[in-house]
């Protein structure tokens, strides 16, 4: 029997959801207001969440100044091969992890584990050592992989997890039918997983799309640099800040990260067992 | 399988950026031949970041390469951020530039690696002269030149000069100013809705160790790893009266004590506080963002019972020691030093230059702005001071002096405790 939720249960409910709201978009709306204000205005102690005068230079000096655009388009193709590689390796290794048993299983395990443990800062020269023996220093491609690399191991571990939440008792009907292990794979196994992957495929993109240190130090290129490096030359020597254009800046590099994530969080819908097994 | 299909394009669509991305190859080389065969190109890593300063140096670099058709020059700018990292990796795979822009105290590391140029024996003798024999310190390690100090920056103090005439003070005229007076202005100024100075130690190591200096505070002894270090009066000087202003005198905004610089400025063009000290190079974001109407001056250069001198930390340009073309690139320099083109960098970045014919030249550019006059004053008392000759200065700052002033600017520790941490924390960074 099914007993109706009483109306301030639904009234609080919608209220810590309009407060979750503004404590998350707060920032977003204030980084906005602070891309439209003057330099003058930035720099008083007026508290004005609209900009007392409406400027546009900001987002001018940017786009002008600091590459942007091309910096952007940089970071888009990185985060997009960096995101559909790590999903398509992850994909099989992920379910090898989650129904294999035995010493092998282990073994990734502890490799995933230790591969977390080290920072970057520790391992960068060897890395930059390495890449220039094959070339791909100062290239977006050796970026990638070392991208792919860095991203692997968590994505490949949040993916097992999805995996292992699929019952095995699907495929085991699959199997009954007489479906192959690919066909099972592919008509079972593959649909159910697809949140997962759109989840690991978001986390994939985003850290890509943040990552500073790895693309400052690899690429030395200007043509090359990534928005993470192309946003921090809006700081100067001195801790000099130039608000205004960095604001506009960061905004604009919003912009792909919010329509890619409105494109994926359609496929990030639950409840896709409901039913699939009888209790 | 709708799902799927929409996964399958952006996948698809990754693999194509992909493909397209191994195609995409940087320009940077360093010392590469050009296409002419002989002619050579230098690359430049430029930090500049200020547009106007951006476009002075590529205007610079523009009349180098139309005069010089064997040497060209390009220009590979960076930032400042994490520069430092990215160097260390650049030497460290022998990818690093020829002509690299940075600092005198971050470049000490690189200089006791032996990944500087000796420059000595390239620079302009008209240029040697012409910056003095304290800047030249600041950029000399074990007896090599190893960069051309270019510009710098000093601390000023900007005041309200209506604040001050409304508390009866008069606004210092003086070639210099006494800490005692900027003591006095400050408890004169400070009234219930007012505090006297707002003061921005967020980040309190350079300018402690920079005004040290005007009290003979050198804190250091020695050069590279063998240095020692004394924290004793005349080093916790500074410190100290800037402990008193806030605490006994309560004439410092307590919060400007834990805010950047910038961030001061703020309560100064809303009149929260009468002064603040600034790096020099705020008078022209003063000039650009006060408030209409904010009648405001730059105060005569702060004097401590050793005269009115503080750090020089210019900004250098130094050659990569590995680069086939030290000469070019020190020629390249050389142009780069002159006069006109010198005082051009500074004046864009609101910085000191270093040589005699460039502050002349920023004078005349300046010739409309009264702050410069004392701007460039304050440039008379800079000297390389000892610490840019110790080799792990900037870790003993980064993790002990830094947070021990700000314990001691909160008022968590006493002055004793402070001498104590700096002097024990430089023992163990220093082995």
């Known amino acids: 029997m099914i007993t109706r939720r009483p109306w301030y249960g639904t009234a609080l409910m919608y209220a810590a959801l309009a407060g ?35 400027d546009f230079s900001n987002y001018a000096s940017a786009l002008a100044r600091q590459n942007l655009l091309p910096a952007a388009g940089n970071s888009l193709l990185v985060s997009l091969a960096t995101m559909v590689i790590t999903v398509l390796l992850s994909m099989p290794m992920a379910y090898a992890l989650a129904r294999l048993k035995g010493r092998l299983r282990a073994a990734g395990t ?40 860095f991203t692997l191991p968590f994505t490949l571990w949040m993916l097992q997890g999805y995996v292992a939440a699929i019952p095995a008792d699907l495929e085991e009907a699959g199997e009954m039918d007489g479906a192959s292990r690919f066909t099972i794979l592919r008509r079972i196994v593959l649909p159910l997983l697809a949140p997962g992957l759109v989840a690991t495929a978001m986390f994939t993109f985003v850290s890509a799309w943040n990552e500073f240190f790895l693309a400052l130090v690899l690429l030395q290129s200007p043509e090359l640099y990534t928005l993470p490096i192309a946003l921090r030359s809006f700081l100067g020597a001195e801790g000099q800040t130039q608000l205004g254009p960095l604001a506009a800046g960061a905004i604009l590099a919003t912009i792909p990260s919010l329509i890619i994530f409105t494109i994926l969080q359609k496929k990030l819908t639950g409840g896709m067992l409901a039913g699939a097994v009888k209790g | 399988m709708k799902r799927i299909r929409g996964i399958g394009a952006v996948a698809f669509a990754g693999v194509a950026v992909l493909a397209l991305s191994g195609c995409q190859q940087g320009s940077t080389s360093s010392g590469s031949d050009g296409a002419e065969g002989d002619a050579v190109t230098l690359q430049f890593q430029s930090l500049s970041d200020q547009p106007a300063t951006q476009a002075a140096v590529k205007s610079i670099v523009d009349e180098w390469n139309a005069e010089n058709e064997d040497v060209q020059v390009e220009i590979v700018q960076a930032g400042w951020d994490g520069t430092f990292d990215k160097l260390i990796t650049q030497f460290s795979g022998g990818t690093a530039p020829d002509i690299i822009h940075y600092e005198a105290s971050s470049i000490v590391s690189f200089a006791a690696d032996g990944y500087l140029a000796d ?21 000399t390690q074990d007896g090599q030149i190893i960069a051309y100090p270019s510009t710098l920056q000093s601390y000023m103090v900007f005041a309200n000069a209506d604040l001050l005439e409304a508390a009866g003070v008069e606004i210092p005229s003086g070639e210099t100013m006494t800490w005692e007076e900027l003591q006095e202005i400050a408890k004169a100024t400070t009234t219930d809705s007012t505090y006297g100075l707002g003061w921005g130690l967020a980040s309190p190591t350079a300018a402690m160790m920079s005004l040290s200096l005007g009290f003979d505070g050198g804190f250091f002894d020695g050069e590279g790893t063998d240095a020692s270090i004394q924290v004793e009066d005349s080093e916790l000087a500074v410190p100290e009266r800037i402990h008193e202003m806030a605490y006994t005198d309560k004439s410092i905004e307590p919060t400007s004590l834990t805010q950047s610089g910038s961030d001061v400025l703020a309560s100064f063009y809303g009149g929260k506080v009468a002064m603040t000290v600034q790096g020099s190079f705020q008078a022209t974001n003063i000039a650009n963002d006060a408030p209409e109407g904010l009648n405001w001056v730059a105060l005569p250069p702060l004097e401590g019972s050793a005269g009115a001198v503080q750090a020089a930390n210019p900004q ?13 690139s020190a020629d390249f320099l050389n142009f780069l030093m002159n006069g006109d083109n010198l005082a051009s960098i500074a004046y864009a970045d609101a910085l000191i230059p270093s040589s005699g014919a460039a502050r002349d030249g920023v004078e005349t550019l300046a010739a409309d702005d009264p702050a410069w006059t004392q701007v460039l004053a304050s440039g008379e008392g800079l000297e390389g001071p000892p610490f840019l000759k110790v080799e792990k200065y900037t870790e003993w700052k980064d993790t002990i002096a830094t947070p021990a002033y700000q ?15 700096l002097s024990d924390g430089w023992n163990d960074v220093a082995g």
Not at chain 1, 48 to 54: I, K, S, V, Y
């Open chain 1, 20 to 54: 979750f709201l503004v404590f998350l978009g707060f920032p977003l709306l204030w980084l906005l207001s602070a891309s439209f204000k003057s330099s003058g205005e930035l720099n008083s102690l007026a508290i004005n969440l609209l900009p007392a005068e409406w």
């Open chain 1, 110 to 149: 502890v490799w995933i584990l230790t591969s977390q443990v080290f920072p970057s800062i520790l391992i960068i020269i060897p890395l930059f050592l390495v890449l220039r023996s094959i070339n791909l220093n100062d290239t977006l491609f050796g970026l990638i992989l070392v991208y792919v690399t």
């Open chain 2, 316 to 328: 250098t340009y130094s050659v990569n020691v590995d680069s086939e073309y030290v000469e070019e």
């Open chain 2, 407 to 421: 314990q001691y600017l909160a008022d968590k520790i006493t002055s004793d405790e402070l001498a104590a941490r």
């Open chain 2, 119 to 139: 420059l000595s024996d390239y620079i302009d003798p008209d240029l040697k002269s012409d910056i003095s024999e304290g800047i030249w310190d600041s950029v």
